[in-house]
């Protein structure tokens, strides 16, 4: 049996909490009993298009009403679900169908679901033989009963950030997502009568999809859910939204971080309350200290307490939570020494004045290991500097990819997260950056985020639209080029000052010089659907 969809229906007959959505422009509130009662519907219209145990379906929808009945649905069945990644506006829907016929291969996807704002996207997949059930289909659909499930069951096949041409899915089970839910919670202490979550993450993200619908669907935990749309449009909601329901527990990547602190600092004495938050968690992409101290100085006037800031590591190779910081632990900088960081490979502590500062990103959760080891697969002590792997309950078996399943752990259990880093004395982690965007230079590390941090500080420069494009790699003597935004891109003379400030912002930060900085417009670089940079992908923005 699977403990995480028997602790789900068990919740959806006893629990008074549910999923609040439809914010700002009306509130609906559900109760998880009644998003169970839409799932059974669903459910039976699944069985009648022949999805069993076993098979895959695919998810192509943008509303968190929508999507909270069909995953439950699909799990009900003994499905996998995949959420399929989401076209934007200025997607080649083409393309995006080229490439979503390859994951749906890959997968082998019995049928998709398909809802607001996507029904556009109906004909295409039809024109390339895929079975489409819309949410409206999908709601009408007889009661059912769940089928047994075993906890080895594959429930989730998490696409990889900017799975397109030959994807990869990571595959979690319903054992993965038990263990990965109790970790989080017993880290968070977690108040089912007290605590109430907000997020406006996209449910296609491993932590928008576990962290804040499929975890509070298991336990039953209170949330207030929008789409990531009307963040962008009015990124002082989100604020807004925790002063209304008392918000306490949200997850953001840094940039939406950075963006509400200039919201904050924008807005008048009292217009929104942060007085009830308990844990602000940054994770998804990479932390930028002075972000978190910005946004402590910028939320004070609103009663935002600074220890609720948690920067924290997680992936989808581990269901979702790797760190967790204590609850109101607050930033915890690592200071070191900057040369030895990237000429040794060791995180030396330091008080001088050019000492680089670290977010640390809290201890492992209960249930994993963790460890760091260098090239030669050496196990370092603390603050040394290599790549970090991990093993536990949470951690996938492996991936599916165009080519077959690949294994994710090796004959001992371990992960290899791809990330470099190091554990401090007190068993804190840090993640430098990703091993294949470091550049070595005359034998130093220079990782990509120290750069593209510098690069954002130069006035002109668009926050959180900077990239470090690795050249020459594979050579003695790698090189780099750095890729910003601006809004004033046809000033000429103002980017002739952005490209000089970036050279001289980076080489007092790292020490060297990019060969080149291309200052290009807004919208210009390439990221993921999850809003992270490819670093690679940028390259082609320099020929």
């Known amino acids: 049996m699977s403990r995480f969809t028997d602790e789900m229906f068990a919740t959806a007959a006893a629990s008074p909490r549910g999923l609040i ?14 998003v169970h009662r839409c799932a059974r519907h669903m459910a039976g219209a699944f069985a009648a298009a022949g999805v069993g145990r076993g098979d895959a379906v695919g998810v192509l929808a943008g509303e968190p009403a929508d999507i909270a009945p069909a995953c439950q649905a699909i799990w009900m069945r003994g499905a996998a679900l995949t959420m399929l990644h989401q076209p934007t506006p200025r997607t080649d829907l083409a393309v995006w169908a080229q490439d979503t016929e390859i994951v749906l291969r890959m997968i ?8 607001a704002p996507f029904e556009a996207a109906r004909p295409l997949l039809l024109e390339r033989g895929v079975v489409v059930l819309t949410v409206d ?11 047994e499930v075993a906890e080895s069951d594959i429930a989730l096949q998490q696409l990889t950030s900017g799975s397109t041409g030959r994807p990869k899915a990571v595959q979690i089970t319903h054992a993965n997502f038990y263990a990965n839910a109790y970790a989080m919670i017993d880290r968070v202490e977690y108040s089912f009568d007290k605590d109430v979550l907000i997020s406006w993450l996209p449910l ?5 999809m576990i962290g804040f619908l499929a975890v509070p669907m298991q336990v039953g935990a209170e949330v207030v859910a929008i789409t990531p749309l009307e963040f962008l449009r009015a990124p002082l909601l989100w604020a807004e939204l925790i002063g209304k329901y008392r918000g306490t527990v949200t997850a953001a990547p840094n940039f939406a971080y950075s963006l509400l602190a200039r919201r904050l600092r924008q807005a008048p004495d009292g217009g929104v309350d ?19 101290i910005a946004l402590a100085d910028a939320g004070a006037r609103f009663g935002l307490d600074p220890r609720a800031l948690a920067p924290c590591y997680g992936m989808a190779e581990t269901t979702l939570a790797v760190t967790i910081p204590a609850p109101l632990q607050g930033q915890i900088l690592d200071e070191v020494d900057p040369d030895l960081l990237s000429a040794m490979g060791t995180a030396v502590p330091s008080t ?3 000492a680089r500062r670290l977010a640390t990103l809290g201890p492992l959760v209960a249930g994993l290991q963790g460890r760091v080891v260098d090239e030669e697969g050496t196990v370092l002590n603390p603050r040394g500097v290599g790549v970090i792997e991990v093993r536990g309950a949470a951690v996938s078996q492996g991936y599916l990819t165009v080519d077959g399943p690949v294994p994710a752990q090796d004959a001992d259990g371990w992960l290899d997260t791809g990330d470099v880093g190091y554990f401090t004395e007190d068993g804190l982690v840090v993640v430098c950056g990703r091993i294949k965007d470091v550049i070595i230079m005359g034998g130093r590390n220079i990782y990509p985020t120290d ?19 690795r050249l020459d790699a594979g050579l003695k003597r790698e090189s780099f080029a750095v890729v910003v935004e601006t809004n004033d891109f046809r000033d000429h003379a103002e980017v002739l000052r952005i490209e000089h400030d970036v050279a001289h912002a980076v080489f007092a930060e790292a020490g060297v010089r990019p060969r080149m900085v291309a200052v290009l417009g807004p919208g210009t670089i390439p990221k993921t659907s999850s809003g992270k940079l490819r670093r690679a992908r940028s390259a082609a923005l320099l020929g």
């Open 137 to 147: 289909e999908l709601a009408a659909g007889p009661d059912s009963d769940p089928l």
């Open 108 to 115: 082998d996807a019995r049928v998709v679901v398909v809802g």
């Open 274 to 292: 942060l007085s009830s938050v308990r844990y602000m968690w940054n994770g998804a992409e990479p932390v930028d200290p002075d972000t978190m």
């Open 451 to 469: 750069v593209e941090r510098a690069a954002c500080a130069v006035r002109g420069v668009r926050p959180g639209n900077a990239v470090a494009v």
């Open 21 to 34: 959505t439809g914010e700002p422009h009306g509130a609906v509130r559900r109760d998880w009993g009644e």
């Open 352 to 354: 001088r004045s050019n």
């Open 204 to 208: 296609f993200h491993d932590m928008g």
